[in-house]
Nanobody
Framework: QVQLVESGGGLVQAGGSLRLSCAASGSTFSIDTMGWFRQTPEKQRELVAIIGRAGSTNYKDSVKGRFTISRDSDKNMVYLQMNSLNPEDTAVYYC???????????????WGQGTLVTVSS
């Protein structure tokens, strides 16, 4: 089993920065990719950024150049540095881990409890 715990959300003014952290525990050797998703009451949960085991990254177009995802595999942590925040970034941010657990091998997908980010104009 893998557990994820996020931290670092809060209230920030437009143009400000926040850093989200996600700590993974349990069978962390089963994890391949880790990422951040976000959700608002008006929208479905969407991918913000994802990072592979080897460090490859992918970002939602609207956060490219503003957000940076990083991973410390030794500490089983993933981070999301968010700069130049705007009110459209307001959402609950969820940490996600995917991989393969077993044997018998089966897909692994785990979500954190979410952390609220509010950007005021």
């Amino acid at each position: 089993q893998v557990q994820l715990v996020e931290s670092g959300g809060g209230l920030v003014q437009a143009g400000g920065s926040l850093r989200l952290s996600c700590a993974a525990s349990g069978s962390t050797f089963s994890i391949d990719t880790m990422g951040w998703f976000r959700q608002t009451p008006e929208k479905q949960r969407e991918l913000v950024a994802i990072i592979g085991r080897a460090g490859s990254t992918n970002y939602k177009d609207s956060v490219k150049g503003r957000f940076t995802i990083s991973r410390d595999s030794d500490k089983n942590m993933v981070y999301l540095q968010m700069n130049s925040l705007n009110p459209e970034d307001t959402a609950v941010y969820y940490c996600n881990a995917r991989g393969l657990e077993g044997p018998p091998y089966r897909p692994l997908e785990v979500w954190g409890q979410g952390t609220l980010v509010t950007v005021s104009s």
